[in-house]
């Protein structure tokens, strides 16, 4: 066993909007710890390089990848799983577009994906294409191309904005 994993470090956060406090392993990352420790496997271990956005994690506000950031790191913070942005609505109608569209195959890419799309539209503005394919270019999908996922995030942005005028 490493030095970081011996190594224990005392934090205190919000998760989902619930407090935890925790002794982490120093050397243990985000997702590790929010699948393991907390049970919330919405979002995936996959590359552990932070390429392909699987990990996709809200903390304080800023889309972060879970594999990359250390748990020890996050006294004090905020963090919002897809689980959580789940239950609290705000991302209802990017999960029903995402169905409506076909904008999900296998689904692994989606909580990522999710997380990645409302920051993006969290600011409400409508971005464009572009600005939407940049915003979500570190987010891979193997299964669906990323037509369906661009079309669904700039509806959602555009009905959000009709919504915000009304």
Same mark, same amino acid.
């Given at each position: 066993m490493t030095q970081a994993f011996r190594d224990r470090v005392d934090v205190s956060l919000t998760v989902n909007g619930e407090p935890?406090? @925790?002794?982490?392993?120093?050397?243990?990352?985000l997702i590790d710890f929010l699948r393991i420790e907390l049970g919330?496997?919405?979002?995936h271990a996959s590359c552990e390089h932070g390429v392909c956005g699987a990990c996709t994690i809200r903390v304080d506000g800023q889309a972060v990848r879970g594999c990359l +950031?250390?748990?020890?790191?996050l006294d004090g913070a905020e963090v919002w799983t897809v689980e959580g942005l789940t239950d609290q609505g705000s991302i209802s109608d990017l999960q029903d577009a995402f169905v409506l569209?076909?904008?999900l195959q296998c689904g692994f890419c989606t909580p990522g994906m999710l997380v @990645?799309?409302?920051?993006?539209?969290? &600011?409400? @503005?409508?971005p464009t294409r572009a600005e939407i394919r940049e915003h979500l270019s570190g987010n891979y999908c193997r299964? +669906? &191309?990323?037509?369906?996922?661009v079309d669904v995030v700039e509806n959602v942005a555009k009905a959000r904005a009709g919504k915000a005028q009304a």
């Open positions: 935890v406090e @925790a002794r982490v392993p120093a050397g243990q990352h919330l496997t919405g979002a +950031t250390l748990a020890a790191q569209r076909n904008a @990645a799309a409302e920051e993006l539209l969290s &600011g409400g @503005a409508v299964c +669906t &191309g990323y037509e369906a996922i």
